[in-house]
C-alpha cells in the first residue's frame, strides 16, 4: 500500500534555474541508473522474493526511491521552467520544451525514453543483490559528475543528499548478501566444471607495438589459478606445425 505526502523527503531549493543542466538531470529521472528504474527493480525484486527478511529491505529501499524520484523531478522541473516562456532557453532542449512542456519527461538526458529493459531482475535473491549494488555505484558516480556541473547551491545540497543515500544503499545491500552466507563465486545450484573455472586465459598478449605486457595479479596468480598462455595461439601454432609437417613430406618427396 502507498500513501503520498505532500513534502519532499529532502527540501529542494533552486537559486537560479539552468535549462541545460535540467536535462543533465533527466539521466537520473529516466536514464538507465536513474530513480525510477531503481524504485521498479527493487520493488518488483522484493514482491517476487520468498525471504521475508530480505523483502521488508528490497521494499524499504524501493519506497524511498520513489521519494527520490520525486526530488530529482522537482529539480529537474525547476531547472526547466525557463523554457516554458523563453525560446531561448527552449532551444537548449526542444523535446523537452515542445513534447514536455518544460517539465520533467520520462527520458535520459539524451531524449531516449525509459524502458523496462534497464531493469535487472532474475529471481535469485543473491544475483539480484549484486545487481544492486552495482546499480547504486553507477548512481553514485552519475549523481557525483552532476554535482560537478552544477553551480548552484541549493542544487548541490540536494544532489548531495542523494548521491549519500546511494552509498547507504550499497551497505545494506552488501550485508544483505553477506548474510545470506553464500560463497562468493557460489551462484544459482548447478556446479562449474572443475578445472576449467580455475583457469585463467591469457588473451591479449604481446609487447610493444604488439600490445602491452601480460599483468599478473590475483585475478589471475596464486588463488588456485592455472595461467594458460594464449589458447587461440595454442590453436595458430598447432596449425603452423602441422603446415610445417606438410611441407616437410611434399619436399622429401
Not at 6 to 12: C, S
Not at 134 to 150: D, G, S, T
Not at 174 to 180: H, K, T, Y
Request: aromatic letters at 8%.
Amino acid at each position: 500500500m502507498y500513501h503520498h505526502v505532500k513534502r519532499l523527503m529532502y527540501t529542494v531549493n533552486v537559486g537560479t534555474p539552468e535549462p541545460r543542466f535540467g536535462n543533465m538531470l533527466l539521466e537520473q529521472f529516466g536514464g538507465a541508473n536513474g530513480e525510477l528504474a531503481a524504485a521498479l527493480q527493487y520493488s518488483i525484486q522484493g514482491l517476487n522474493c520468498d525471504d521475508p527478511d530480505r523483502q521488508d529491505l528490497l521494499m524499504d529501499i524501493g519506497t524511498e526511491e520513489l521519494s527520490h524520484l520525486e526530488i530529482v523531478g522537482t529539480l529537474a522541473r525547476m531547472h526547466l521552467k525557463p523554457m516554458k516562456k523563453s525560446a531561448t532557453a527552449a532551444e537548449s532542449d526542444p523535446l523537452v520544451a515542445i513534447a514536455g512542456g518544460g517539465g520533467a519527461t520520462l527520458c535520459n538526458s539524451m531524449g531516449t525514453p525509459w524502458t523496462a529493459d534497464y531493469l535487472k531482475i532474475t529471481g535469485e535473491l543473491d544475483v539480484d543483490l549484486r545487481s544492486n549494488i552495482a546499480a547504486e555505484a553507477r548512481a553514485k558516480i552519475v549523481y557525483e559528475r552532476l554535482i560537478n556541473f552544477c553551480d548552484d547551491p541549493g542544487t548541490k545540497d540536494a544532489l548531495q543528499f542523494l548521491m549519500t543515500r546511494e552509498i547507504a544503499h550499497m551497505k545494506s545491500f552488501a550485508f544483505a548478501l553477506d548474510s545470506l552466507g553464500k560463497k562468493p563465486f557460489s551462484i544459482g545450484q548447478i556446479p562449474p566444471t572443475p578445472e576449467l573455472v580455475d583457469q585463467y586465459f591469457n588473451d591479449s598478449t604481446g609487447v610493444g607495438d604488439h600490445g602491452e605486457r601480460d599483468a599478473r595479479g590475483p585475478w589471475n596468480s596464486g588463488n588456485g589459478w592455472e595461467f594458460v598462455e594464449a589458447p587461440a595461439f595454442g590453436e595458430i601454432r598447432a596449425g603452423e606445425g602441422g603446415r610445417a609437417e606438410g611441407k616437410s613430406r611434399s619436399a622429401h618427396r
